[in-house]
């Protein structure tokens, strides 16, 4: 199994449409809501579609053929 990738936010929380643009796994915010209607989210172990959804440091998500991603604080 892939070891996590550590993602570093300087600022409270990021949203997890934020975190799949940063991260290059959809082309731009508006393809959000479509990448979550076809893809399987886990945040926490738990199924979330939502692209507004606040990540905090210690969240960890987990996308289905992509990889696991875990939020830290600077």
Known sequence: M???KIIQIDRPFI???QLLKEEAIIPSGGA???FLSENEVKINDQVDQR???KLYAGDQIQIADIG???IQNE
């Open 2 to 4: 892939q070891e996590p």
């Open 15 to 17: 949203t997890l449409g």
């Open 68 to 70: 696991t991603f875990v």
């Open 32 to 34: 959000a809501k479509w």
């Open 51 to 53: 692209r507004g959804k």
